[in-house]
């Protein structure tokens, strides 16, 4: 890794992560420390454009390269990432940037990476009919199972510790989703949910690795043969080791939500036999829905007016994952 004194004066003072997260998409206030990433490596630095979405400083160049920069307090981040797309880089039956080079400045560390084509699933969704929607989710299946067959030697130390892991989520639960707004009826259902759905939770895991998050904005699509097909795949800063169930979730939120159809489609290409979709596996994927280190479900669940069709958990699992008893 490259690592040389540099002039705090490339980055802009705030006072805290919210703070951060404000100027996060300012292309003009991290542009002396894009400059300096580029002229460290004899990467153009014409055509620079900021992404605003995300967690970390994200940049592009008009020669097909992407600058990804953490501050100091996200150099976990860095170090998932970095070891992720190691991992995951050709290994997978889809396209994900390719690490051209690493560093650090003044305790800031960087990835520049190979942008891939295509624009994000969350775009071009809604202009998707049903078939074609089924399709990318068992596509999507097909991608993350290859990438929970990878070995994960070398990756320990993006090991969520499952139970320990568990234990503190349940401790925080009510008041995370207080936090995130859910409406106070179910916040106060949660400990007794918790509780019914405890024996459905993944336990003596065998961990694989999980990207974070399959959601539709780290999805690219392109057009192949006249039809748009998922093609890359990106970011990889909140990857960890867990049990696969876990990653089942951004899908099932984000893309499948309300359709037992679309549900399906993409838990049978993750290898959930049809005898699996049943009540049980509804609940498992709701605690864990809860549970989840970034859950905030008025966000996540794109189902217009669930709130108001969902007197209850048992109720808004059903309407998530409306799988009938066998």
């Known amino acids: 890794m490259t690592a040389d004194p540099i002039d705090q004066a490339l980055f802009p003072p705030f006072d805290d992560p919210a703070g951060f997260d404000r100027i996060r998409a300012d292309l003009g206030a991290f542009l002396p420390a894009i400059r300096a990433v580029c002229e460290r490596h004899g990467l153009a630095a ?44 050709g290994n997978v039956p889809v396209a994900t940037p390719e690490i051209l080079r690493e560093g650090e400045l003044d305790g800031w560390p960087y990835l520049v990476m190979s942008r891939l084509p ?54 925080g639960c009510e008041g995370r989703h207080r936090r995130m707004r859910l409406p106070e009826r179910l916040v106060a259902q949660i400990p007794a949910y918790l509780a ?17 998050e399959y959601t539709p904005e780290n999805l690219l699509v392109t057009q192949t043969g006249g039809a748009g097909r998922v ?42 036999g049809i005898a699996d979709l049943t009540p049980a596996l509804s609940r498992k994927l709701m605690a864990l829905a809860l549970l989840h280190r970034y859950s905030n479900l008025g966000y996540q669940i794109r189902i217009e007016g669930w709130e108001s069709q969902a007197s209850s958990l048992s109720e808004l699992e059903q309407l ?7």
């Open 46 to 89: 014409s055509g620079l454009a900021a992404f605003e979405r995300g967690t970390n400083v994200v940049v592009s160049n008009d020669a097909g390269q992407i600058i990804k920069l953490f501050p100091p307090f996200l150099r976990h981040q860095f170090e998932a990432e970095r070891l992720a797309l190691g991992r995951v880089h």
């Open 231 to 272: 093609t890359g795949m990106i970011d990889f800063a909140d990857a960890c080791l867990g049990p696969a169930e876990y990653d089942l979730l951004g899908p099932c939120l984000f893309l499948a939500a309300g359709s037992a159809e679309l549900q399906r489609a993409f838990l049978v290409a993750c290898g959930t």
């Open 118 to 171: 295509g624009r994000t699933l969350e775009e071009v969704w809604p202009a998707l009919g049903g078939a074609e929607r089924a399709e990318a989710l068992a596509r999507i299946g097909e991608i993350m199972t290859a990438a929970h067959a990878l070995p994960t030697g070398g990756l320990e130390s993006l090991d969520l510790g499952w139970d320990a892991f568990v234990e503190r989520q349940i401790a």
């Open 320 to 326: 998530i994952w409306p799988f009938s008893v066998r």
């Open 196 to 212: 019914s759905a405890r024996p459905l939770l993944p336990t003596s895991v065998i961990p694989v690795l999980l990207t974070g």
